[in-house]
């Protein structure tokens, strides 16, 4: 079933189109690696799937509503260093925010609150964590807390931006089999990577983005370098061939 549909998506920043012509689709149970060079639009498109930006042309639909009515649906892990690590909150205070626009601003969590966040803490293995002050975790604990956060809402759709960047291999094996667990479970995942030969073994499908999608496939049906080096903009690129695997 189709949780994400993009169709023919445009968006202006500051005067400047960053993205156009954008087309997506992303079904419960599909994990999808987007993926493109540094100033591509991923983050962008991340953002206005949320709502955040608005959009000058197209259409945005999530689980059959426009992002903002389904805001309480889509689960956001953002880059770890755009959140605030230095306030003073525990780490099941910060997942607990993740609830916030359900619970909706000045009002106690209840109990199916409470029970989600559990949920969410022992899914991202914290629950020994969860009375720990956020600002005294390594960055993989802080990476976890971001998940646990995101998933504190039972999402429909996880959006994740960059979630393996600096993270060792276990942190990022435990993070792997979660989000393999949760697309099995019917949520849909769309992720940004630079990690591409991670996102070729983790992904069920690639979205190659440059401003608008260059490609969209299996791994397997993404093979051509020639798509690869369209999609980075670069005639030639020996190191982005090799950790493809791909050879010309
Ligand atoms: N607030 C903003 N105002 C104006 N332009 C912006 C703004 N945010 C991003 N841009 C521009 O939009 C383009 C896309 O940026 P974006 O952050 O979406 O790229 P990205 O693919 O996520 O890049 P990276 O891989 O480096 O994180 C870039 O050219 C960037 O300079």
């Not at 994400?4 to 920043?13: D, G, K, M, R």
Request: charged share 20%; proline share 5%.
């Amino acid at each position: 079933m189709t949780v994400l549909q993009v169709t023919n998506l445009a968006v202006e920043l500051a005067g400047r189109q960053v993205l156009h012509d954008v087309d997506l689709q992303v079904d419960g149970s599909e994990q999808v690696g987007l993926i493109g060079p540094n100033g591509a639009g991923k983050t962008t498109l991340l953002r206005s799937l949320l709502g955040l930006i608005p959009v000058r042309a197209g259409t945005i639909t999530i689980d059959g509503k426009t992002p903002t009515q389904a805001r309480g649906t889509i689960g956001y892990v953002p880059q770890r260093h755009e959140f605030v690590w230095d306030y003073p909150v525990q780490v099941r205070t910060a997942v607990m925010t993740g609830r916030t626009h359900r619970i909706g601003w000045l009002r106690r969590p209840g109990a199916a609150d409470q029970q989600a966040v559990a949920e969410a803490l022992q899914r991202a293995d914290l629950t020994d964590l969860a009375t720990r002050p956020i600002g005294e975790l390594s960055g993989g604990q802080r990476q976890r807390v971001l998940v646990a956060r995101a998933l504190a809402l039972r999402p429909k759709l996880l959006l994740l931006d960059e979630p393996f960047t600096g993270l060792d291999v276990p942190t990022q094996e435990i993070l792997t089999r979660l989000f393999r667990d949760l697309t099995a479970e019917g949520t849909a995942i769309l992720m940004t990577t630079h990690d591409l030969p991670a996102a070729a073994d983790t992904c069920h499908r690639l979205c190659l983005l440059n401003q608008t999608v260059v490609a969209d496939g299996s791994p397997d049906e993404l093979r051509d370098p020639a798509v690869w080096l369209r999609a980075f903009g670069v005639a030639r690129s020996e190191q982005l061939l090799h950790s493809l695997g791909v050879t010309r």
